[in-house]
């Protein structure tokens, strides 16, 4: 069909065709014979998709249309039409249309590109990507309010997750001081120890302790104690005799009893 | 006496039983014509001299074309008139010479073929004998000339074609 009809190769897009208006002038003489044959090829199934034939003979010529209703059928089998004239006889000012039905599926021409519309699968996805490749969109941008809206929960999400990050952290700290293993390390802060212990070792901190003189010198005896007999106690050689005494007379009884 | 009197009441019975029966049953129809006229192309005059209208293309007019479909073959006639005079104009005070012609456009079928052959003119009517059915057009050529040379006065003209299907 050529250019006849609209280009229908795009996917999604079908074209049907319904109906036929052919229009001419016969010219000829009312005595001879003459045959016009309009058609169109079938370009599937050989043959002819639309004939339709005029028999001028024995009639004059005249300017003839028909209107034909056809049922809808794809443009694919509307192959090269022609009007054929047999006998003697000319067509003149010929004229074809056809009617026609072109499918367009929206939705799917649309959305060849995602970002077309917020309806075509993806959109969310491609609009992301779009968006993650620019540090600064213009007003005029017809993704300036996604962007602008990304943006604004971008930064909402960050304070969420700060929040989150140190409420986890205060539950550990509290976590680690209520609990029952604690470390040396936990309950002392080694850092600050070892600042402290660096702090006494400077010398001129901890010298007046080393060097502190004590003022002293010889302490002389003062008592003497001269030779001179000591005599026996006596007394207590006699108490120390009754005792055994007594001990004696006391375990004698024992003895015998046995 | 008495048989008399039966009788004379079995006969007031059956002429009474008669009239209440009696009844009026309406039968309606409506007939689709089988011819109709279409406006396919409205004319317009041209005004290619000062004293002269004519619709036809050379003189800068439009022909007016109506259409007739016949649903049935050999059952009517066409009649179109050219028009022999202004529905509305200017006043005019001068006499006005109308000529026209009535042809075949175009037919929906080779056996119209004969039509334009076949039709017959008189005064300004031409009669076409619908043989075949189906769909013609028929074209009309209207023109004026105003008195002998004088111009006509400026404003809006309109004239009328009349068409009819008169059955046979």
Known sequence: ?258 | MTKLKLYGVAASLLALTTYANAAEVPITGNVASKCTIFTDTEGVYGNPSPDKLSTAPADGGVLPVVRYDVAIADYYKAKISWPNNFSTSPNLTDALAWDGTVEVSSTSDVGMAGYEAAKVEYDNHTEYDLTVAGSTWFKVTSTVLYGQGKSLPGGTYTATVTAECIAK
């Open chain 1, 1 to 258: 069909m050529g250019d006849v009809l609209p280009d229908a190769s795009a996917p999604h897009i079908t074209l049907q065709i319904n109906g036929l208006i052919y229009r001419y002038t016969a010219v000829k003489d009312p005595e001879t014979g003459m045959i016009v044959h309009v058609r169109n090829e079938d370009a599937i199934d050989g043959g002819y998709v639309f004939e339709e034939t005029d028999d001028w003979s024995g009639l004059p010529g005249t300017t003839i249309q028909k209107f034909f209703s056809l049922p809808y059928t794809d443009s694919t089998r509307w192959g090269d039409g022609e009007i054929a004239v047999e006998g003697e006889g000319s067509v003149v000012d010929a004229n074809v249309v056809y009617s026609y039905r072109m499918d367009i599926g929206q939705e799917q021409i649309t959305c060849l590109n995602p970002l077309s519309s917020p309806e075509c699968p993806g959109f969310l996805d491609a609009l992301r990507k779009y968006l993650a490749n620019l540090d600064n969109l213009s007003p005029d941008d017809p993704f300036y309010d996604q962007w602008v809206q990304a943006q604004l929960e971008k930064e909402t999400k960050l304070e969420e997750e700060t929040v989150a990050n140190e409420e986890d952290q205060e539950e550990e700290d509290l976590e680690k001081e209520l609990s029952a293993e604690n470390t040396m390390d936990d309950l002392i802060d080694s850092g600050q120890q070892a600042a402290m212990l660096a702090a006494l070792t400077q010398v001129p901190k901890i010298e007046t302790y080393y060097t502190v003189t004590i003022p002293g010198g010889e302490y002389q005896d003062t008592v003497i104690l001269e030779d001179a007999e000591i005599p026996d106690n006596r007394r207590a050689m006699r108490s120390l005799a009754r005792d055994e005494t007594h001990r004696s007379m006391v375990r004698s009884q024992y003895d015998r009893n046995q």
